[in-house]
């Protein structure tokens, strides 16, 4: 599936955090990659089914992810909590889950909210 991806896109593979499953707070916005990253491995990397994930060799540390936010302009910080596969280099980074720029390959839950 992959390879007939547009390349700007991000594919989506049921992978996201979950401060309330790990029973314990969130970590704050912002703290050092090293600690969230630590933080996120031990505590909060969930499948969508809610089984704890086990592995996490693409993620993309190079350019520090998962992170856990983006600031979307001054003063604005975006929640990231869904992981995405980037099409082109095959990395993971943490968006949105509200993303429209990419693809679902797991299924998920419909929403019980009108569009």
């Known amino acids: 599936m992959m390879e ?5 896109k991000h594919v989506w593979f049921g992978l996201r955090w979950n401060a309330a499953l790990s029973n314990d707070s969130a970590i704050p916005l912002k703290t050092p990659y090293d600690k969230f ?3 996120f491995v031990d505590k909060m990397a969930y499948n969508v089914d809610g089984t704890p994930v086990t592995y996490f060799q693409d993620f ?7 992170d856990g936010w983006k600031q979307t302009s001054p003063g604005t910080i975006t929640v990231e909590n869904c992981v995405l596969c980037e099409a082109d280099t095959r990395k993971w980074h943490d968006y949105n889950c509200d993303t429209t720029t990419g693809f679902s390959l797991c299924r998920k839950m419909a929403s019980t909210q009108p569009d």
């Open 4 to 8: 007939k991806v547009d390349k700007s």
């Open 37 to 39: 990253y630590k933080y």
């Open 60 to 66: 993309d540390k190079k350019t520090q992810q998962p």
